[in-house]
């Protein structure tokens, strides 16, 4: 069935520090790639997504970079700040179908 | 604020009894997802409605259930509840049936199941 692998669980850097969480998917048809930001005790939210007709996109310090052929993800946070602490979920969707799949998380420590 | 609203914020209830969960959309969207989510786990996703009919399940278990009213909010219910059930339940709306768009995540319901 679909599956997202999500990696690495727990995420530890120091301030300024890039982090790097990496996901792969299962279903070949999946073509649209969201994550979210989970702070504690909050809703997840949306921070950046991509489809299958691009291999990277970048916002500001958060970019993701995605690798079809493979069926690899990726977000990469640069000069990270205590702010981004926080659980990341990866997930992954496709048009037609009803269900996004979503990662087990990422818990981010940015330590000051 | 996501525009998606969730009933009650908190409930704290006991082995066995019957619970229900509400969820009102945001303007205009069509489908509802409902996720539990247990201490320190991910996102399970447990059922979709699309403008009123069920689109696709997830692990939802037979003590569960769901509905999508005419006026779109959603309802999940919770049946012979057991401690295991304890979780943070969230509904996520968006426009489409589809899987290749944002959800949007209400606040939550958080079940205690004593």
């Known amino acids: 069935g679909e599956n997202v692998e999500q990696h690495p669980s727990t995420l530890s850097v120091q301030e300024g520090d890039s982090a790097v969480i990496k996901c792969t998917y299962s279903d070949s048809a999946s073509n649209y790639f969201p994550w979210y930001k989970q702070e504690l005790g909050k809703r997840p939210q949306l921070i950046i997504d991509?489809?299958?007709?691009?291999g990277e996109k970048k916002d500001q310090r958060i970019a993701v970079t995605l690798n079809k052929t493979a069926k690899h993800f990726s977000l990469h946070i640069t000069e990270t700040q205590p702010e981004d602490s926080a659980v990341y979920f990866c997930a992954a969707g496709y048009t037609g179908g009803f269900k996004t799949i979503f990662g087990a998380g990422t818990r981010l420590f940015v330590k000051a | 604020d996501s525009g998606v609203t969730q009933t009650p914020k908190h409930l704290i209830t006991a082995t066995g009894q019957r619970v229900t969960l509400r969820c009102s959309p945001r303007?205009?969207?069509?489908?509802v997802y409902w996720y539990q989510q247990s201490l320190d786990q991910g996102l399970q996703f447990l059922i979709q409605y699309y403008n009123g009919e069920e689109r696709a399940k997830g692990n939802i278990l037979e003590r569960f259930s769901a509905q999508q009213f005419p006026d779109l909010h959603s309802e999940l219910n919770l049946s012979s509840l057991e401690l295991g059930d304890s979780a943070l339940y969230f509904c996520a709306s968006n426009r489409i049936a589809g899987g290749d768009n944002e959800q949007f995540f209400g606040p939550g319901t958080r079940l205690t199941v004593l």
């Open positions: 303007s205009g969207d069509l489908s």
């Open positions: 991509i489809r299958s007709n691009v």
